[in-house]
Nanobody, 121 residues
Framework: QVQLVESGGGLVQAGGSLRLSCAAS????????MGWFRQAPGKEREFVAT????????YSAGSVKGRFTISRDNAKNTAYLQMNSLKPEDTAVYSC??????????????WGQGTQVTVSS
């Protein structure tokens, strides 16, 4: 069955960096676009970034543009989210998803369990 497993979350000081990974299994990885979403306590899940099946096209939310970079390695069945210049407001559970290249959660069919990112001030 399809499985997405995130890793790389943790506690970091403001201004620091983290690299999240999303390891996929159970399907042909390059068949789906990948997305990263986040959900802070008491807030709705929000779009962070998406990458096309080949990795040639990406799109990021305005709140992270210039700080976060999404990428993928189809040979390793893994997607990444490089997060630089982290801010306390980036604190959330980050989840990866596989589906259609989109900013909408409904366009993604498969989801990981999420990894916690906490940014201290």
């Amino acid at each position: 069955q399809v499985q997405l497993v995130e890793s790389g979350g943790g506690l970091v000081q403001a201004g620091g960096s983290l690299r999240l990974s999303c390891a996929a299994s159970g399907y042909t990885f390059s068949s789906y676009a990948m997305g990263w979403f986040r959900q802070a306590p008491g807030k709705e899940r929000e779009f962070v970034a998406t990458i096309s099946r080949s990795g040639g096209v990406t799109y990021s939310a305005g709140s992270v543009k210039g700080r976060f970079t999404i990428s993928r390695d189809n040979a390793k069945n893994t997607a990444y989210l490089q997060m630089n210049s982290l801010k306390p407001e980036d604190t959330a559970v980050y989840s990866c998803a596989a589906g259609t290249y989109s900013v909408q959660t409904n366009d993604y069919s498969y989801w990981g369990q999420g990894t916690q990112v906490t940014v201290s001030s």
